[in-house]
């Protein structure tokens, strides 16, 4: 049977039932308004990539670090979108926010800027800190400038994150 759109290969067999894909090809982005309740979509939206990849471990960490990576940026350009960007890739998850605020030519504006961000991620830089991650900053490398922020949860310290907080979540 020939496809009646001759740039369209045709469709292949779907052999058993469908799997879920592999943690290892996690590469989702989403783009969100920089407004109060894009914190709240980013959250839902990555709690819900982590459980059709089958890492639902790391949702707690993942989940309260997404929130925070958005409510940070959007209050330093108010209205403008932020683009989310979320991988998992060797054992580890990668999320990274991208706002259109470029960085300062002048130190004393950078510095003031620098400090203001670092104070808007405290809780998700100890969240990090204790699922043994990394986390940063940096001008952004998509078109249009601005900054990128990042933290990357490794998969053990990411899926003991409640474990270590006392909680009694499984």
Same mark, same amino acid.
């Given at each position: 049977?020939?496809?009646?759109?001759?740039?369209?290969? %045709?469709?292949?067999?779907? +052999?058993?039932?469908?799997?879920?894909? +592999? %943690?290892?090809?996690?590469?989702?982005?989403?783009?969100? %308004?920089?407004?109060? &309740?894009?914190?709240?979509?980013?959250?839902?939206?990555?709690?819900?990539?982590?459980?059709?990849?089958?890492?639902?471990?790391?949702?707690?960490?993942?989940?309260?670090?997404?929130?925070?990576?958005?409510?940070?940026?959007?209050?330093?350009?108010?209205?403008?979108? !932020?683009?989310?960007?979320?991988? &998992?890739?060797? *054992?580890?998850?990668?999320?990274?926010?991208?706002?259109?605020?470029?960085?300062?030519?002048?130190? #004393? !504006?950078?510095?003031?800027?620098?400090?203001?961000?670092?104070?808007? !991620?405290?809780?998700?830089?100890?969240?990090?800190?204790?699922?043994?991650?990394?986390?940063?900053?940096?001008?952004?490398?998509? %078109?249009?400038?601005?900054?990128?922020?990042?933290?990357?949860?490794?998969?053990?310290?990411?899926?003991? &994150?409640? #474990?270590?907080?006392?909680? *009694?979540?499984?």
């Amino acid at each position: 049977m020939s496809s009646p759109f001759p740039s369209c290969p %045709p469709p292949r067999p779907v +052999e058993g039932e469908c799997r879920p894909p +592999e %943690p290892d090809g996690l590469a989702c982005s989403l783009t969100v %308004p920089g407004a109060p &309740y894009s914190a709240q979509i980013a959250r839902g939206a990555v709690r819900a990539v982590l459980h059709t990849y089958r890492l639902d471990p790391l949702a707690p960490a993942a989940v309260q670090v997404t929130g925070e990576l958005i409510a940070a940026t959007w209050h330093l350009e108010p209205g403008r979108s !932020l683009y989310l960007s979320v991988r &998992y890739r060797e *054992d580890a998850l990668r999320l990274s926010v991208y706002d259109g605020h470029a960085p300062h030519s002048h130190p #004393r !504006l950078a510095a003031h800027c620098e400090a203001r961000r670092r104070a808007g !991620l405290r809780v998700m830089a100890a969240v990090v800190r204790d699922c043994g991650g990394a986390w940063g900053f940096g001008e952004s490398r998509e %078109p249009g400038g601005g900054t990128r922020t990042w933290a990357t949860l490794p998969h053990a310290g990411a899926a003991g &994150y409640l #474990r270590c907080q006392g909680s *009694d979540l499984p």
